[in-house]
Structure formats: structure tokens, C-alpha cells
């Protein structure tokens, strides 16, 4: 691993500006800072004239932020969206979208009435075709341009405050990997190289948690959306105790190459990819945010990572060890937060200890450590397709948590966190809105639920499912084999009764000969009744 990887990870650790909503990334839209679409159903800003929403002003939270952040009125992300919008959709009821157009998470149907909850499976509990189907539709999302979004290239300033839009066309997978760069990134003080590093939007603080269950379910339902399979589930790599990069198959995430041991084989689809964003400190010398062009192809070298940092994936007994913290954060609520589930499981907590600032890297870090690649690059990261299975995982330990201690709403702080991460400040990029304490709840509420978490009689049959899916898939031909040597057998029977009737009185087929024609000497007996007289036992098989 490069020094400068090891340092990302050590200093800091996902539609930016946001994912902008392609009717509000236009001159009219940011001069009047209003982000109110046409909702396509009947013509009306956000759907009011059918009710699904209305045109609001966008209110934020005045609770103070933590001292991390010592700034005002510098970056672009602070009390998100003012700086681009003050006035977007609300939507009403089970609405929810940009313009009030989709559902809220787990509702579905033209007038969002039908409540259903999705399972988020076990990499591994997949068919061979579910395998196929979620390879092509990453695949699918990486090539095909966003309908729905594109990115900010530039800062609000040097759009001149909404006069020159600086905007990228990029595909469906791309927006969310911009989005994980933007919520991550440095905040950029004016000038080359005058960048604050003790700024994470997502990260090192509470809103981690929140704001990647978010992140997920938004990929989830753009690509139902892409693909038109509104029964896709996001399956997670359930890493614990695992001894290397278990997914990295070619019939998965992709396999090594022979001939660079840092690039994928060309036997798997994600050999082709081409990363964005993933540059920080270029961008930092220079002052400016990614371009979101293309950065060379996506990398991984799991296993040749820097071990003073991280030795080994997660064990089951770190992993319950976390989920035995009772608190959900603690102190200043930042990498060195003490007996913090959240600090433990994002990894700057010790999983053996709980004591904040680690030294070594564990469980979620550790993860994106040990695949020494695209992965380890906090603002890159999502250009790895494991990153998506890598954190429905994480956000099954998450779900674990609240169900065993179900956490009062006032766990979630208001106040004093890193800035980004109070529980009313709306997470930064995503428009529509979200505010973090919204996703400090069960995501049986949010409409999924994961297969590990289902009662054992469930779990057990989840996890037969890819066995009998294949015996479904070879049962029509062990049926034609069958059928097959059925006729056979009654074709064989009737020759030898012709035979017989044909040849019954011959002497010759009554006599030894037709036997000799056929017989093969015998060496050894495979079974004998009683012992040889040489001594040795007899030859049993038991079956």
C-alpha cells in the first residue's frame, strides 16, 4: 500500500456539491436557489396539484457543531442545501423523491400504498442466475448515463453563485461514487493546497451509520428503476472470520490478475471499469474539486496490505464484541470517542478494548484496508463494487445493534457533534432531504430486512436456497436421464425375449458357449464370504 493510502485512511475516512437533480442544475434554478421539479404526472412543481407535495423553504437546525470544524460560510456542504437551494419539495404522506415522484423506502405502486419489505441476502445464498443478474446490473449502472442527476465540477464560487453552471454527465454507478468523494472531501479554504483535513461529512462521527443506510437504499432503488426489477436486494459479503477476499471471484467481484497482481483479470467484467475521484491530494495541491473524469482502471491487491495497520479481515468475536457497547457514541464523538459502538465499528475504536484512536485499524476500516486498492481511498472508495456488499454488511451489524438494545431516540445527539452530524442536519449530498436522526431506527421500517437476521427455522431455509435452486435447474435432465434409461431397460428386456423365443430349443444357446463368448476372467473376488487361506480379512464395504 502507498504511503499516501495509508495516510488517507489515517487522517481521514459515500447526487456534491451533490447528486443535483438534472432540472435543478440549470442557471434559473441556482440564481433562484429553488429546487421544485415538475412532477411528470401532472405538470405541477412537486406534484401539488395531485398532492403529492408542495414547494417549501428548507429549514435547518441551529444547534451548534463540535469544535473539529472552527469555519463558517467556507465550504459549500455546511447547513445543507443553502448554499445552492432554499426552497425544494416536501412531500406528503408516503411520497418521497426530488419532485415527489417515488415512494418512501419500503412503499411501492402509482399512489405509493403498497407496503413490502425486501430481504437482503447472503452473497453466497444466491443462485447461480441471482449471481449473473446482480453482476450484469452493476454492470448496466456503470455504463448507462444518469437520467435523473448529474455532478457539480465546481465550487458554488466559481459557478459564480449560480451565473455559470459547472455540472458532468456521468452513469447511474458514477453518481454515487462522486457522491461518496464529495461527502468525504477536504474542505478547500481558497488556493492551492489550503485545504482543512478534520472534516468528514459521513464519517468519524455519528451520521456514518445513518447516512450509508441512506446511501444504500437510494443505489438500491436506482437500479429497480435502471433495470425495471423492483424485487433487486443489495446482498452483502458476510466477512467475519473470513481469510481473504472470499467475493473476489471472476464470477463475483473479480479475481487477481496473472500478469499485475493490482489489477483484476481480465476474465471479469469490473477489468473494464475506469475509476473517478479517487486523487484526493491532486485535488488538494490544486485547490479545486474532482472533474469526475476518467482516473485509470480499478484496482485491488487484497491480502499485501500494510499489516502494522491491519493484520487480518474482522473475527465474529470482535464483531460481538461491538455489538456489546451499549452506547452509540460517546464524548467528543469522533475518532477518539471511548466504548462507542459507532467509533468500534467504523474502526478507530479498538474491537478488542473499545478505546478510541486505535493504533491499528479494525472492523469496517479494516475491511477497506485489506483490499489495498480503489477500496482504500476513503473519497474513492465506491469505485470498488465490494464496497456495496462490504457495507450492507456493516449496516447488518448496525441493525443488530438497535434490535438488541433498542436506543431511545434522544441516544442520537442534537447537538455538538462534528459538523454534519447533529441529528436535524440534513445529510449532505442527497437531495431529497434527509435528516440523520430519520434512519436512527429499525430498517424493518425502511421496508428490508437481512437474511442473518431472520429466526433460525428462516435462516435455515435461506441458507438451502442455492442448493435447491440448482437441484430445480438439473431436475428436468436427472428426469430425462431417467426416462431415457427406462426405455433402454425395457428396449434391452425386449431383445433378450426375443431371444429366447427365437433361439429356445438351441442347443447352442443353451450350452456354455455364448458364455464363454462373453466372460472376462476374474482376478479377485470383491467380496468373499469366509476367509482366504492366506490369512488377510475378507473385503467388506459399508455404504
Known sequence: MSPLVVLTFMLCFAPGCAQFPRPCATRAALRTKECCPLWDGDGSPCGASSGRGSCEDVEVSEQPDGPQYPFSGLDDREKWPLVFYNRTCQCAGDFMGFSCADCKFG????????RRESLRRNIFHLSRAER?????????????????YVVA??????MENGSNPLFADVSVYDVF????YYVSRDALLGGPGNVWTDVDFAHWAPAFLPWHRVYLLHW???IRKLTGDTSFSIPYWDWRDARGCEVCTDELMGDRSPQDPSLLSPGSVFSSWRVLCSQPQVYNDRGVLCDAKDEGPLRRNHGNQNRTLVERLPTSAEVEFTLSLSDYDTGAMDRGANMSFRNTLEGFGDPQTGFGNSLHMGMHAAVHVFMNGSMSSVQGSANDPIFLLHHAFVDSIYEQWLRRHRPSP???PDSNAPIGHNSEYHMVPFLPLHRNREYFISSKDLGYEYSHLLDANLRLAESMRPFLQALQDVWPWLLLAGLSGGIVAVGVAAAVFTVKRRFGGSAWLHGGKWKNLFALPERQPLIRGDDSE???SNYQTTM
Not at 412503499?107 to 403498497?114: D, I, L, V
Not at 449473473?132 to 435523473?148: E, F, G, H, I, P
Not at 465540477?153 to 466559481?158: A, C, L, R, S
Open 107 to 114: 412503499y411501492f405502486g402509482a399512489r405509493c400504498n403498497e
Open 132 to 148: 449473473v443478474k446482480l453482476v450484469s446490473y452493476l454492470n448496466l449502472a456503470k455504463q448507462t448515463v444518469s437520467r435523473d
Open 153 to 158: 465540477t465546481g465550487t458554488y464560487m466559481e
Open 177 to 180: 461514487v462522486w457522491m461518496h
Open 220 to 222: 438500491e432503488r436506482e
Open 410 to 412: 434522544s441516544q442520537y
Open 534 to 536: 492366506d490369512g488377510h
